[in-house]
């Protein structure tokens, strides 16, 4: 528990110390915030503000006459209109609703036809003509302002059927008080109806036999519905079409950049001469490497002549010292030294010269060294021995460069402003270096011998150390020929001027011969430095030819495979892709204007399979039943009533059918224009569209944080030694998890305080966003540390299948059978209504459960995390720093 804390308190502690940290932390937090509130407040009262949505209204009525009185509906209906505000009614004409509905000035339009009020009031001279509104609407506008202008249409139907019952009924009621009090002098008309009665029971055999067909009809049922069945398959293929046809539409979004490459392989395959040209030079090198083991005996040939020449001279210089002490003679044999070893001084330039190339190489090999040990295979690691050669290697390079130091600051001290001191200077520098280098890799070295790998912060240091270091001797070999040379010369010359100019000099050359002692000693010890590195360089050609001889032969045999590969392809490339991208035009083109078509016609048929035919069949299965068992019945019921009817007229029953109709007609009226009133009970209230989102936009914006998260923060610590995997995995979660609560915490006192959202229970809203908070931030941080990059995409995967399965906008009934089917396993369900029982009011068992359901899903994503990271954690690696050598993915 201690680790942990540590771990979660280190984190905080390095965040509060950069202030970029903290500025990045605080746009994590209010970033999901930003999303929730615009979203909120962008629906806020949708649904009241449905004035803006212009329809058209035009009135073409011209009126009708009934009973005398003259009425024009249409003119009624656009004065009821003129007071409703719930749509944006514009009163304009034919022409001008069309094209305002064609160009989108208008989101529908309602036409009056001239004939609606005679229509209408056809049923009182016996004419059953249904009247017709035309509505026109422009469904490409505007997902949903087709559903508003429908809803407000079906309001004027619903005003006008009243109305227009109320006012039948009325009349209707008035006539038959009417007849009521006249039945006697209507008797001719009673007559009529006694006709048809019997006229009816005359045609009862047509009616039977009309009957058997409808029940011949109702017998093929079956194979139309078997045959209409195949629409509605066909139907329910579309959103594999429809995801076939998005596939296609991205393969064409994206098949630029397959041109672009594809042309890569024309351009490569123009390049090919220039590939074979080297794999050739490739295979030059090796023949010529003879030459180089010939170049490497010569120069080890003139350093041992050079070391003869040193050692003739420090066998020459005791004697020097014996003449300098016998006065004057002793300048004599000191010029005639002098004179006769002047070979030995110059080999002094090109002695310094090689000594400082050699060590170059000596930290060039250390350089490739540390690429061995910066390898992520342990196979490729170099051993104890190899580390051990090199640091031997290096000490001597070290000492050879300070012996060469020593030698350039003697000579500096005969030269006027000394302009040897940076050349000097510089190599002990880099002596040091190697010092400190040598001392890394004899750690190093014991290190491998016990089995341990190599730490990176040493390894790193010591590669630093070692560019340093070939830098610091290229500078100086780079100006040595054309600066250092000359002024060596020019100090051996002073040198040599120094020893002849006179007797009364000679003291002053005595003293310069300990100098001259040491200067030989230094040549001869470089000059042995120089040879080792050269008999070593010697023997490990022969391995150096077989690397070489390798790599021509894979070189070549590759290059010309390459090639192959390269004229294969390009063929194809420049021949049959055009040809392939305007196909996939033409496809693409065919999906984007033909197919939405075709779908909304096959959508339409598979919609009247299944809702008009079952009508149908239905209504088919009733006239036969009707057919079967109640067209007996009727036939005894007409014969019963003519036989009544006969009766009636015998016996004079007429006045107490007057009596029965009389009545108070405008209640009657009234009562059959509504006759029920629908009593509305609202439970949990919400007073508007906004607060009653807010919980999905809430649970959204929360996943949103927590994908934010895994996108810009590291899993684990950089120091990972001392703590156990759980450790580390808890400890990040814990900063993870504190993040994710204060978005919570903004997100919800920012939906209660700055948009004055609705929530019942203010308290408890907080807190549930909090626990769903830290659902999402657990289930998006054990994606990420157990399967990496690929988390990430999984964690966006998952929120795309929640956004459509969990019921936020939509209920989920209305969904097709595959999203119903993953509701109950989406952590938003449960998420978004939890957050609900908040906002409108909490039912605790349902909240409860809700509650379980999403601590279910903690400890299922720390049971993933427990089974799965230990066993991935190699593949993931791997995978990730596969990834990271494209250069562009971190």
Known sequence: MRAIWKIYSTDWLNIFKVPTGILLIVAI?????????????????????????????TNEDRGATVLDRSMNIGEGLVDNLRSNPKLGWTFVDREEAERGVDKGTYYASILVPVDFSERITGIAQGRLDRPEVVYTVNEKINAVA????????????????????????????????????????????????????????????????AGQKVLELEGKLPDIRDKAQMIT????????????????????????????????VLAIQEKLPLIRQAADRVAGLEGNFDRIAEAIALASDKAAQAMDIVAAAQEALPRAAEIAGKGVAFADALNGFLAANAGAFETVAPLVKQNLMLAQQAADSVTLLTGRLLAVDPEKLPTAEEVRAVRDRLAAASGALGRTAELL???????????????????????????????????????????????????????????????????????????????????????????GTSAELLRDAQARLPDIEAILADAQAGLN?????????????????????????AFGRKAEAFEQAVNLAAPFVRDELPAIGRKLDQ?????????????????????????????????????AGLVRDDLPELERAVRTAADKLREVEEDNHFAELAKLLKGDIRKESEFLANPVLIKENRKYPIPNYGSAMSPF????????????????????????????????????????????????????????????????DPPEFVLFAMLVSLVFVTITYTLLSVFGNVGKGIAIVFMVFQFSSSGGTFPISTTSPFFQALNPFMPFTYAISLLREAVGGILWETALKDILALVVFIALSLILALALKRPLSGIIHRSTENAKKTKIIA
């Not at 002990?428 to 089995?451: D, K, Y």
């Not at 190599?454 to 010591?462: D, G, I, Q, Y």
Request: glycine letters at 6%; one cysteine or more.
């Open 529 to 553: 430095f120089g040879q080792g590195e050269l008999n070593k360089l010697q023997g490990d050609l022969p391995l150096i030819r077989e690397k070489v001889h390798e790599l021509a032969q």
């Open 233 to 264: 398959e066909v139907e329910a293929r579309l959103p594999e079409i429809e995801q076939a046809a998005d596939h296609l539409l991205k393969l064409q979004s994206n098949w630029p950049k397959v041109e672009a490459l594809a042309s890569e």
């Open 697 to 760: 936009y809430c649970v959204l914006s929360l996943w949103v944080g927590a994908t934010l998260l895994i996108s810009l923060l590291k899993t684990e610590p950089d120091n990972r030694e001392g703590y156990k995997p759980y450790q580390l995995f808890v400890g990040r979660l814990g900063t993870f998890a504190t993040i994710g609560l204060c978005q919570a915490l903004f997100i919800t006192l920012g939906d209660i305080f700055i948009l004055d959202a609705y929530v019942a």
């Open 587 to 623: 496809a693409a083109a065919f999906v984007r204007s033909d197919l939405p078509e075709a779908e909304r016609e096959l959508s339409k048929l598979a919609d009247f399979v299944r809702v008009k035919l079952p009508e149908i069949e239905s209504g088919v299965h009733r006239v």
């Open 146 to 209: 087709p559903k508003i202008t429908s809803s407000g249409v079906s309001a004027i139907a619903e005003q006008i059927n009243e109305s227009f019952a109320e006012a039948v009924s009325e009349a209707l009621l008035t006539k038959l008080q009417e007849v009521g009090v006249q039945v006697e002098e209507q008797l001719p008309t009673i007559r009529k109806i006694e006709g048809g009665i019997f006229d009816l029971e005359s045609k009862l055999p047509e009616i039977r036999a």
């Open 29 to 57: 937090i209010l970033l999901p915030c930003l999303y929730s509130w615009v979203n909120i407040k962008s629906v806020w009262d949708s649904y009241a503000n449905t004035s803006g949505v212009k329809v058209a209204v």
């Open 409 to 499: 600051e003697r000579i500096n001290g005969y030269l006027p402003g000394q302009p040897l001191s940076d050349a000097s200077q510089r190599i002990r520098s880099a002596a040091e270096r190697m010092n400190r280098q040598a001392e890394i890799l004899g750690a190093i070295a014991s290190g491998l011998e016990n089995g341990k790998a190599p730490m990176k912060e040493p390894v790193e240091r010591l590669n630093a150390l070692s560019k340093e270091t070939s830098e610091a001797l290229g500078v100086v070999l780079a100006r040595y020929d054309s600066e250092i040379v000359p002024v060596i010369a020019q100090g051996l010359g002073k040198l040599t001027e120094a020893a």
